[in-house]
């Protein structure tokens, strides 16, 4: 093989080469991994979780209102002019009663409510909506993490891959430059061919530079995302998997955390009109109190112990409208939460319709991009030996080569683009849950 004719062989066994590659095995599960390591290191996910508790606490503590209360109290007193009764009584004489200066005692009361008016009802269904909301909150945060991890993963993903179309193309180009150096010792071309090689060469070179730079700053903000530190070299896939067919047609969840958070959001305010109207009806409790007092029962004057068996009414009767104001304006709330629900279950289905759509034409970008750029490979190829035959011009292959390189690109940003949008579809359908 002569040195002529080296280059030429190099370029062609490198044209060859470039094909739209498969998808590494082991992508799926760095993602995967990627979604622990972010649900893990989440400050977000951490406060939600000690919310729930909180709320669960909340909820125990409302569930305890129907316990009997148990008080426990005692008092001292000094009275400088305490009670004093003389009478002349007949047949007896004269009847003196005096107090004593010091009042002291110690008691304790047992209370049970019987009847609240709904108080106690009311404040258990709100712990329990808030309780049931934070879990929801929790489960939106879930996905966003997740829905940003794909994000971002992916478009690094696509970054190494432009990346690697960047160092396909500057050494076609480096090879082409090759044959044209050899084709202008041997005076088969002008000089002027070699000038434009190496300008494009230059160029070749400065676009993988930016490209470089580009996937070291996406692997940072992935970094940032997982926990790990900014100038780790995390892995991640040498090229972007396309979206299996059929992808379009994940189902949604039955029940969407954003769905049942506006569901929540209903109940804790019919709790919240519940336990508001409770103040205007009538409450009824029993109660006991025992303890020791001096001076005690029958004038003695030491401490001597005695107890109170009671039950306590109490019944609004006027409050000037206040009741009929407040419960129309808990009305009204609950309408807006209602309407919220709307709101948002619109909201879902329009999201995930645009992600359906937007991921049906990505994939058809896909194939339309992997189509040209088998045609762009072997344009390219025709248009190399047609030059070395002397056939055709060396702007007509660096044409050749720059619609190759476009195909490539093209590919890229369509099966990211398709990648970006199937996360779409797994946020709007709650399919990380699943996941």
């Given at each position: 093989m002569t040195m002529k004719t080296f280059p030429l062989v190099a370029l062609l066994c490198l044209l060859a080469a470039v094909r739209p590659a498969a998808?590494?095995?082991?992508?799926?599960?760095?993602l995967v991994r990627y979604r622990r390591m972010a649900l893990d290191c989440d400050d977000d996910l951490r406060a939600a979780a000690k919310r729930i508790e909180a709320s669960a606490e909340l909820e125990r503590a409302a569930r305890a209102e129907r316990i009997p209360t148990l008080s426990a109290g005692?008092?001292?007193?000094?009275?400088?002019?305490?009670?004093?009764?003389?009478?002349?009584?007949?047949?007896?004489?004269?009847?003196?009663?005096?107090?004593?200066?010091?009042?002291?005692?110690?008691?304790?009361?047992?209370?049970?409510p019987l009847y609240t008016g709904g108080r106690i009802t009311g404040a258990i269904r709100m712990a329990e909506s808030e309780t049931r909301m934070s879990e929801a909150r929790r489960e939106l945060l879930r996905t966003e993490v997740c829905y940003r991890v794909d994000l971002q993963y992916w478009t690094t993903v696509a970054r190494r891959e432009r990346m690697s179309v960047a160092e396909d193309y500057l050494r076609a180009v480096a090879d082409l430059e090759r044959v044209v150096r050899e084709r202008v010792e041997a005076g088969l071309c002008d000089r002027q061919e070699l000038l434009t090689v190496e300008v494009k060469l230059n160029e070749a070179r400065y676009r993988l530079l930016q490209v470089r730079s580009d996937f070291e700053t996406g692997r940072m903000a992935l970094n940032a995302l997982i926990g790990s530190p900014l100038d780790a070299e995390?892995?991640?896939?040498?090229?972007?998997?396309?979206?299996?067919?059929?992808?379009?047609?994940?189902?949604?969840?039955?029940?969407?955390?954003?769905v049942r958070l506006a569901q929540e959001r209903i109940v804790w305010e019919r709790g919240n009109l519940q336990y508001g109207d409770a103040r205007y009806k009538p409450q009824l409790g029993l109660g006991a109190n025992a303890g020791y007092y001096a001076p005690g029962y029958d004038f003695r004057p030491d401490l001597s112990p005695n107890w109170t068996l009671y039950a306590q009414l109490s019944v609004p009767i006027f409050q000037g409208g206040k009741r009929r104001r407040e419960r129309s304006a808990a009305e009204y709330r609950i309408g807006m939460a209602a309407d919220a629900l709307h709101r948002v279950e619109t909201d879902l289905d329009l999201e995930t319709r645009t992600a359906r759509t937007a991921l049906d034409e990505a994939q058809e970008r896909v194939a339309l991009a992997a189509s040209s750029l088998e045609k762009a490979v072997e344009n390219e190829r025709r248009a190399t030996e047609k030059y070395v035959e002397g056939a055709i011009s060396i702007s007509e292959v660096i044409d050749a080569q720059l619609y190759r390189q476009t195909a490539q690109e093209n590919l890229v940003s369509a099966k990211e683009a398709a990648r970006l949008h199937f996360a779409g579809l797994l946020k709007a359908t709650d399919g990380y849950r699943f996941r």
């Amino acid at each position: 093989m002569t040195m002529k004719t080296f280059p030429l062989v190099a370029l062609l066994c490198l044209l060859a080469a470039v094909r739209p590659a498969a998808a590494r095995p082991g992508e799926d599960s760095l993602l995967v991994r990627y979604r622990r390591m972010a649900l893990d290191c989440d400050d977000d996910l951490r406060a939600a979780a000690k919310r729930i508790e909180a709320s669960a606490e909340l909820e125990r503590a409302a569930r305890a209102e129907r316990i009997p209360t148990l008080s426990a109290g005692g008092d001292f007193r000094y009275t400088g002019n305490p009670l004093k009764y003389a009478a002349e009584l007949p047949g007896v004489g004269p009847l003196t009663l005096e107090g004593q200066n010091w009042k002291y005692g110690a008691s304790a009361t047992l209370v049970q409510p019987l009847y609240t008016g709904g108080r106690i009802t009311g404040a258990i269904r709100m712990a329990e909506s808030e309780t049931r909301m934070s879990e929801a909150r929790r489960e939106l945060l879930r996905t966003e993490v997740c829905y940003r991890v794909d994000l971002q993963y992916w478009t690094t993903v696509a970054r190494r891959e432009r990346m690697s179309v960047a160092e396909d193309y500057l050494r076609a180009v480096a090879d082409l430059e090759r044959v044209v150096r050899e084709r202008v010792e041997a005076g088969l071309c002008d000089r002027q061919e070699l000038l434009t090689v190496e300008v494009k060469l230059n160029e070749a070179r400065y676009r993988l530079l930016q490209v470089r730079s580009d996937f070291e700053t996406g692997r940072m903000a992935l970094n940032a995302l997982i926990g790990s530190p900014l100038d780790a070299e995390t892995p991640v896939g040498a090229t972007l998997p396309e979206v299996g067919p059929g992808a379009s047609g994940l189902s949604a969840a039955a029940l969407h955390p954003e769905v049942r958070l506006a569901q929540e959001r209903i109940v804790w305010e019919r709790g919240n009109l519940q336990y508001g109207d409770a103040r205007y009806k009538p409450q009824l409790g029993l109660g006991a109190n025992a303890g020791y007092y001096a001076p005690g029962y029958d004038f003695r004057p030491d401490l001597s112990p005695n107890w109170t068996l009671y039950a306590q009414l109490s019944v609004p009767i006027f409050q000037g409208g206040k009741r009929r104001r407040e419960r129309s304006a808990a009305e009204y709330r609950i309408g807006m939460a209602a309407d919220a629900l709307h709101r948002v279950e619109t909201d879902l289905d329009l999201e995930t319709r645009t992600a359906r759509t937007a991921l049906d034409e990505a994939q058809e970008r896909v194939a339309l991009a992997a189509s040209s750029l088998e045609k762009a490979v072997e344009n390219e190829r025709r248009a190399t030996e047609k030059y070395v035959e002397g056939a055709i011009s060396i702007s007509e292959v660096i044409d050749a080569q720059l619609y190759r390189q476009t195909a490539q690109e093209n590919l890229v940003s369509a099966k990211e683009a398709a990648r970006l949008h199937f996360a779409g579809l797994l946020k709007a359908t709650d399919g990380y849950r699943f996941r």
